[in-house]
């Protein structure tokens, strides 16, 4: 396979319920694979595997790479100290430069002179931070839990924008998102997971020439189990 990211035959179980039912998965340099699925379908828990958060029941999980930048779930900040102070909390623990700080506010668009503390933060600004807070440290595999979540649509625009640049710069990236629309022009390779089980792994250039509706419709009736 020799991906950046390779899951071979992942199984979860949470008190004798498996939740991911033997899960295989690659994600190479430079590409963007999106893991779709309704509520509960198992994402965010193979997120967590892949993140170390969890551990897995069986199965192997391989990253061929140490620096990895992750957000899943409810994202967790110093809800007291502004945006710039908790990115500073993070380059300590990563021992990188603050110097990078103010060109990734930029970058999300957020203001480098907010002083507010994270807890008046909108959802958006929130995910906003999340985005630089993953990425700040350099990192060659990205793994966010619906980076979508919260942003207005010049926040949509922007993260697709970092996304090419990104995928330019050889950086892996694996996301989720219910936002289809946005599915269709960012993925190069789309995982579906219904009830722990992975029912799709696909290029996304074989449904380049799709509509949106009948590419929405096909992915959904994926995640229905149809
Ligand atoms: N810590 C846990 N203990 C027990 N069950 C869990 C735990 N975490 C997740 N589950 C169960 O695992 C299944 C998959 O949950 P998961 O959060 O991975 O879904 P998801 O696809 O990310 O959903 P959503 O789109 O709603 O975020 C669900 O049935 C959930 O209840």
Redesign the pocket.
């Known amino acids: 396979m020799n991906g950046l990211v390779e899951v071979k035959d992942v199984r979860?179980n949470?008190?004798g319920?498996e939740?991911?039912k033997g899960i295989d998965l690659v994600a190479f340099p430079g590409e963007v694979l999106v893991?779709l699925?309704?509520?509960?379908?198992?994402?965010?828990?193979?997120?967590?595997l892949i993140g170390g958060l969890?551990e897995q029941t069986s199965g192997e999980i391989q990253l061929n790479q140490n620096n990895t930048g992750f957000s899943i779930?409810e994202p967790v900040f110093y809800e007291h100290l502004s945006g710039w102070e908790n990115l500073a909390i993070h380059c300590q623990y990563y021992n990188v430069s603050e110097e990078k700080i103010g060109y990734w506010l930029k970058k999300v668009g957020l203001s480098v002179e907010n002083q507010q503390p994270v807890k008046n933060y909108s959802l958006g600004m929130r995910q906003r931070l999340v985005i630089a807070r993953c990425l700040i440290h350099n990192p060659d595999i990205l793994l966010i839990?619906?980076p979508l979540n919260g942003l207005d649509p010049k926040g949509i625009k922007d993260f697709r924008e970092l996304l090419q640049e990104l995928k330019e710069q050889n950086k892996t990236i694996i996301i989720?998102s219910?936002i289809l629309s946005e599915v269709q022009s960012i993925a190069n390779r789309i995982v579906v997971?219904y009830e722990?089980k992975m029912v799709l792994q696909t290029l996304a250039k074989d449904f380049s020439t799709e509509s949106p509706t009948v590419f929405e419709n096909k992915m959904i009736n994926w995640m229905e189990g149809i």
């Open positions: 979860k949470y008190n319920n939740v991911l893991v699925g309704k509520n509960g379908a198992g994402k965010s828990t193979l997120f967590k969890a779930n839990d619906e989720s219910h997971l722990g």
